[in-house]
Every structure is written in structure tokens, then in C-alpha cells.
């Protein structure tokens, strides 16, 4: 059993590039990432740090608009041959055209021409800074989003290296993009303590949580991201695929679920963790148990805590009706 129609809130779109696009776009352009992939074709990595090493070794074949427009199509046919409907995706002025507002309003236009030219599944963006390249790029990161903020580009995010600097170091770029109208989602407690996801929701005031998953270890924090109404996007396959959990069965999702958080389900960087939304529902299924009622239930989830005008969501709760 998969559960269809499925929505993703969480998944980075260079994250989400398959390794043969990557190396077809390589060998097009005459770049040498030997250090990118393993001896079998996949993307190496030993750490969340090798990990990012790897994922930001892979960005350097990204270099014009038309590579972003092809990565669009390429990711958004999987994933509507997954399943999913509706999906929101990380976007990085950092990796087009290092955060100049009038490059990176050139790729955005491309990856949305790109996006509305696919079938099936819509799409929304969610500009994204990069934690570990520090708070000055993350402002002008926000600028970007703040600047391009409409009916494609919905959101505002933080990825990277948790261990950079505090949440608060990072209010300013998410004050603007509230400013701009933009819905907040950070990641927090992957490899943070339970004391990151409480920063996050104190200085950057987010309405959802990447991962979150280590408030597990705080009863209080479960307590308080349940009452307060706090979404997780949680991505199993990746935190097993980095090593947070030995396995799928260690996974908090269930007692997250439990607890009453509200959680929702997506794959990060399925290529990078061997993953798919398929794989990620068959591995709750067969783990956890959970049956078509949960997952119209995160789907539900998903669909109130979506980046998107009212009218779409009042489309994806109806095909999410039995
Ligand atoms: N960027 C892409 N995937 C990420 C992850 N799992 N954690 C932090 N930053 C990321
Ligand atoms: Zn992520």
C-alpha cells in the first residue's frame, strides 16, 4: 500500500538532483567531481559534514538558469511519479548567482516557467539561506526572498550546518522575510539539541520546524511544539541515511506523533539517502503500522501548514478527502 495523493514540504531542489543528471551535466561542461560520487555511481559521503561537502561539490554543474529549469523538470516528474501533488522546495540564491538580486530573479524565473510547465504536481518555492555561510549572507539571502515574494515564492528557510551560531544570529533575515509576507520553516534539532529547536521558535518564530526530531529528548519542548500547534517536517530516511538513527525502528516519528505534534513526512535529498516518498510511507507502514488513516492524517497535516493561498488549500484538503 502507498497512500496517494501525497504532499511534501520538505525537500531541497539541488538535493534532489539525480546522480546521472548530475554527471550528465559534468560531462556537458568538462567538470571533473571524481570526489562527488562512489566507485558505484552513488553520491559518497561518510558525515553530515561530508555529506555537505559532497551536496555543495554537486552545485558546481549548476551554473545558468536552463541547468535550473531542467534540474525543475527532472525533480518535480519524480516526484509527481511518486505520488505527490503538492510540493514545496528549498530554493538557494546562494547557488544561483550568489545571492545578486537580478541573477537569482533570472533562475527563479526559470524554475517557475520550468514548474508550470509539468503536469500534475504544483509547486511552490521556499528561499533558503545556508546556516554555516553565516548571518551576513543570510540577509541577503532574505532580501531575495523578500524581493520575490509572491505566488511562487511563499516561503523562507534555513538549511545547513546547525552547529554555526545561534538561532538569534539569524533573526534579522527572518524578520524581513516575515515582513515580506513569507511563511518561516528552519531546520533545528537534526544534529541540535532539544535547546536549538526552543532558539528557533523563540528568535526566528517559525511556524514549522526541518526535522525537529531531537525535541524527543526534552518532554517539555514536545509538550510545548504540540501545544503551540509547531509542524514538523520529518524525514526519516535522511536521519537514519546520516547516521542520527541507527534505524528506522529508533526513529521518534511515532511517539513524536503520539505526543500530539503534528507531523508531516518528505525525503530531503532522496538521491543523497536512497530514498523515495514511496520508500518513506512503505518504511512507516511496515515499521510503525501505520494504515491509510495516518497518512491522510500527516497529508491533512501537511496541507494546513503549506506555504500557499487559500484556494489551494482548500483544493489539496478536498483530494485528500476518502
Ligand atoms: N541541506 C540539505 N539537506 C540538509 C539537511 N538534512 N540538514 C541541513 N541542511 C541540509
Ligand atoms: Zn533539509
Known sequence: MS??????????????????????????????????????????????????????????VLRTPEDYARLTREVLERSRDQGVIYTEIFLSPDFCGGRDLSAWREYLGAIEEAASAVDGIAMRGIVTCIRHFGPDKARQTARCAAETAGAFVTGFGMGGNEAMGTARDFAWAFDCAREAGLGLTSHAGEFGRPASVRDTLDHLRVSRVGHGVRAIEDPALVERLAREGIVLEVCPGSNVALGLYAKIEAHPVERLLAAGVDITVSTDDPPFFHTTMRDEYDALERVFGWGEDHFRVINQTAARAAFCDAATREDLLKRLEP
Open 3 to 60: 497512500f496517494s495523493p501525497k504532499i511534501e514540504l520538505h525537500l531541497h531542489l539541488e538535493g534532489a538532483a539525480p546522480p546521472d543528471f548530475v554527471r550528465r551535466l559534468a560531462d556537458e561542461k568538462r567538470v571533473n567531481l571524481s570526489r562527488v560520487f562512489d566507485e558505484r555511481g552513488a553520491y559518497s559521503y561518510k558525515d553530515f559534514e561530508g555529506f555537505l561537502r559532497t551536496y555543495e561539490a554537486a552545485t558546481q
